[in-house]
């Protein structure tokens, strides 16, 4: 089976909400991030995680998980600012990811937990006609 990477951007400087991707959430410490840490490493499928951030906190939470699996990536500053579009960060991921399955994904939806990734990386695998 080929590898499937989740690919976490996590950009600091929310505009809207401040530290939204660290600050505590439903009494978690790390927030939204940690959140999503979480649900990511308990795929069954999910072989790396690459978090690409510009954020010095992000960068402290995802260490703190002591993970082999979490490969961080940081972001040059011309792809982390809120002009960014995403186009160019979809044109920056296959220099960080050569092969593999890509399963981009946000900390903003923590309520895709590990079971949905598994399910929509079953469907995806049982239907060899898409790419994506």
Not at 16 to 29: D, E, L
Not at 90 to 100: A, D, M, N, S
Request: with cysteine.
């Amino acid at each position: 089976m080929n590898d499937i990477i989740a690919f976490l951007p996590c950009r600091k400087g929310s505009e809207r909400i401040k530290k939204k991707n660290t600050r505590t959430f439903a009494g978690i410490k790390g927030g939204l991030l940690s959140i999503k840490l979480i649900q990511l490493l308990k795929s069954q499928y999910i072989n790396k995680i690459i978090l690409s951030t510009n954020d010095e906190e992000v960068i402290q939470i995802a260490r703190a998980f002591n993970s082999k699996k979490i490969i961080i990536d940081i972001r040059p500053d011309h792809l982390a600012s809120s002009q960014t579009s995403t186009d160019e960060l979809i044109k920056y991921v296959p220099t960080l990811i050569e092969r593999g399955i890509v399963l981009w994904t946000h900390v903003t939806s923590p309520f895709v937990d590990e079971k949905i990734y598994d399910k929509a990386i079953d469907v995806y695998l049982a239907n060899k006609n898409y790419d994506s």
